[in-house]
């Protein structure tokens, strides 16, 4: 029973291509997040969606686009896929009251553009 | 802006050793406080937290307190095991009223048997 679950796992794909990262949760949290961690471990936010809305939207390059179908789910969508895309992108989740600050992850995907 | 600031990594240690992880962070307002910690292939997990000044989080036998007057929430254990191998991550939310967690740059520990 996996509480945020990410796929693919590992993503090895091409400059130029279009890909996307799925992220489920089964927590029942209205907040969900997908956060960047580069080859240093650097974690930095991208985006916080809360029931399906758009919250937070770091500096994050356009062609990354994060979708919410319904708040138990939140893709990530990479046009023009670029070298410095590389990482490991997590994508997380937490309840309602802003004030835990406790985030569950899941396992991360890592994306290797070549 | 909020930030975290802790000590370069990476870290080696016996078993058995002590453990100090520096943490300080700026920030307006009163922050949460919490350490993360990733195991090799895995996603972050909160380890411990503070929610107001000298509050102290514990965990699995490591400690953390909040120190208001010196912006500081190291992270200690007094013997560390070959399991505790991980990456640290310091972080704080609500700082100036935003939800968003502020990571540190995270400190590779590794213990030796």
Sequence with gaps: ?114 | GDSVTQMEGPVTLSEEAFLTINCTYTATGYPSLFWYVQYPGEGLQLLLKATKADDKGSNKGFEATYRKETTSFHLEKGSVQVSDSAVYFCALSGGGGSEKLVFGKGTKLTVNP
Excluded at chain 1, 38 to 65: G, Q
Excluded at chain 1, 81 to 95: H, K, R
């Design chain 1, 1 to 114: 029973d996996t509480a945020v679950s990410q796929t693919p796992k590992y993503l090895v794909t091409q400059m130029g291509n279009d890909k996307s990262i799925k992220c489920e949760q089964n927590l029942g949290h209205d907040t969900m997040y997908w956060y960047k961690q580069d080859s240093k471990k650097f974690l930095k936010i991208m985006f916080s969606y809360n029931n399906k809305e758009l919250i937070i939207n770091e500096t994050v390059p356009n062609r990354f686009s994060p979708k919410s179908p319904d708040k138990a789910h939140l893709n990530l969508h990479i046009n023009s896929l670029e070298l410095g895309d590389s990482a490991v992108y997590f994508c997380a989740s937490s309840p309602r009251d802003r004030n835990t600050g406790e985030l569950f992850f899941g396992e991360g995907s890592r994306l290797t553009v070549l």
